[in-house]
């Protein structure tokens, strides 16, 4: 359960200080109090272009693949954008531009393995089924998406670009990597299942 003591002070406080010709001064302050709440934590992203996220895609294999597989869409930078969202119809990746080099590599894979499914004529979308084939689909997608980033990031870390790797291995989702890295080294005949 979230925690709304400090939701209910602020807001307290921004009633009490409405007075004036500061009518929006609340709304102002408001916006400030929510950036202090959530502020990224660790280091901060230094800007990585867009030129510098394909030539490391480059270094991979499945990047290669990927990035001419989907014929190599428009790749946009946007603050508005949460992490990173593709476009089919104007076949566009938009990024967040705050993201360390690591995770924009990542979500630029996901975004990417998106593309390469809509030139393959195999993105479908989900919301056109039933509610449990819609979530199915959905799930399978994500799925499918977030496996390519753990493979390129794979490429990119024996190509000596550790950087996307180290950053999976300190996620949430580091449990999927280390088994990952397990079965590669036992045995890389079986990453392409």
């Known amino acids: ?41 660790g280091d901060t ?13 480059e270094k991979s294999r499945m990047g290669i693949a990927l990035l001419e597989g989907a014929q190599r869409p428009k790749i946009i930078f946007d603050p508005q954008t949460l992490f990173a969202q593709y476009y089919p119809d104007a076949h566009v990746i938009t990024l967040q ?3 360390s ?6 979500l630029f894979v996901r975004e ?5 499914h809509k030139t393959q004529g195999t993105l479908v979308n989900p919301l056109g089924f039933e509610p449990d084939g ?3 689909i959905s799930r399978a997608q994500a799925a499918d998406a ?9 490429d990119l870390k024996l190509a000596d670009e550790p950087e996307a790797w ?12 280390r088994i990952f890295e397990t079965h590669a080294q036992t045995d890389f005949r079986t990453l392409n299942n």
């Open 1 to 41: 359960k979230p925690v709304t003591r400090k939701f209910k002070d602020t807001t307290k406080r921004l009633r009490r200080e409405r007075r004036g010709k500061l009518g929006h001064r609340p709304s102002v302050d408001w916006a400030n109090d929510m950036y202090r709440v959530s502020e990224p934590f």
């Open 45 to 57: 992203a230094d800007y990585v272009g867009t030129d510098a996220l394909v030539s490391l895609l």
């Open 97 to 99: 531009p705050h993201k």
């Open 101 to 106: 080099k690591a995770e924009l590599t990542h």
């Open 112 to 116: 990417l393995r998106r593309a390469w």
């Open 134 to 136: 819609a979530i199915l």
């Open 146 to 154: 977030f496996m390519m980033a753990v493979r390129v990031s794979w």
């Open 166 to 177: 180290d950053y999976l291995i300190k996620s949430p989702m580091a449990d999927v990597g």
